[in-house]
């Protein structure tokens, strides 16, 4: 049995989601003796490299921190000596060959952000909104070969509010599977929860998000196209096009629920002062809005300064 005060153990995570389960591990008293997480990569307009969230805080807390490429020898032989009790990982971004999967005394974790099997794969959070689901969750499971097909030790599930998007899911998913993660722990340290094996038949998948999702199809629904604007802010943003090639960004939206004959895609008038277009079912009505090499404002502003009588918007080609 391995007290949670004298455990070791290695992290392995990239992005802001990983880092409250890492801060929580040392909050609890683990020993963090190293953390690997992505190489740091140029981002925004000037390029400039930029570290990873979790290698950021793992520098201020003087962990030693291991960036490999791949996960190969070279990688393998730059470990610390001492076998870690529990490797965990949350959100690291490579897949894990089976000689990492071993490394640890008593199991590799990770922190998974939906309630498996339900939307295994890189985009749980985004999926359960686009899906309409009306709960997610957090899940610790015990890592093996294969895409989140591992055992589960324990799960926590939290209502998905109607109106939620993804940011503001991720903000409560990350700190609700730190906190599951302290209090599962103990139990795997000293074995006394046997982790439950996922029922493979049940398994839904959620594939990587790409830019060119976030082109509205306006033949949907508007329950449809609400919950991709939900789903895709911050990341990769709903975005409408016009026959000319204009681009908008839609941050927020909602469905009216009313009928329309309009194309889809037009704006239709109505007697407010709001930025309405027809779906393939209802009626979309736009808030927030944010024009090339513009910032985000709401509707109201926008139409302040545009003129959108007979505009409308093409789906995907």
């Not at 909050?27 to 930029?50: E, I, N, S, Y």
């Amino acid at each position: 049995m391995v007290p949670i005060e004298s455990a070791r153990a290695a992290f392995a995570g990239t992005p802001e989601f990983a880092v409250p389960s890492l801060k929580a591990l040392i909050d609890a008293g683990v020993k963090v003796d190293c953390v690997l997480t992505q190489p740091d990569r140029r981002a925004g307009r000037g390029r400039t490299l930029t570290q990873s969230p979790v290698k950021q805080f793992a520098v201020s807390h003087n962990i030693d921190v291991l960036q490999p490429v791949s996960l190969d020898g070279d990688c393998r032989n730059r470990l610390p000596e001492q076998r870690p009790d529990v490797l965990v990982v949350v959100a690291y971004g490579l897949i894990l060959p089976d000689w990492l999967l071993d490394w640890p005394k008593i199991a590799p974790i990770n922190v998974h952000a939906s309630l498996l099997p339900r939307w295994r794969g890189a985009a749980p959070i985004q999926q359960s909104i686009l899906s309409g689901d009306r709960e997610t969750g957090v899940s610790i499971m015990r890592m093996t070969r294969g895409l989140d097909c591992g055992p589960v030790y324990r799960q926590r599930a939290t209502p998905l509010g109607p109106v939620e998007n993804a940011g503001e899911l991720h903000d409560r998913l990350s700190s609700l599977g730190a906190e599951l993660l302290v209090a599962t722990l103990p139990a795997i340290l000293s074995a006394a929860l046997e982790p439950q094996p996922q029922d493979d038949t049940a398994a839904s998948y959620a594939p990587k998000l790409e830019k060119r999702h976030a082109l509205i199809d306006w033949k949907q629904s508007a329950a449809e196209l609400e919950r991709k604007v939900r789903a895709y802010n911050p990341w990769p943003v709903a975005e409408a096009r016009t026959a000319a090639g204009d681009r908008l960004r839609i941050w927020a939206a909602e469905s009216c629920g009313d009928a329309s004959d309009a194309t889809p895609g037009a704006v239709v008038a109505t007697p407010e002062r709001e930025l309405v277009v027809a779906t393939g079912s209802g009626l979309l009505r736009l808030t927030q809005v944010q024009p090339p090499g513009g910032r985000v404002m709401t509707a109201v502003a926008y139409l302040a300064a545009h003129d959108v009588r007979g505009l409308v918007f093409v789906g995907p080609e």
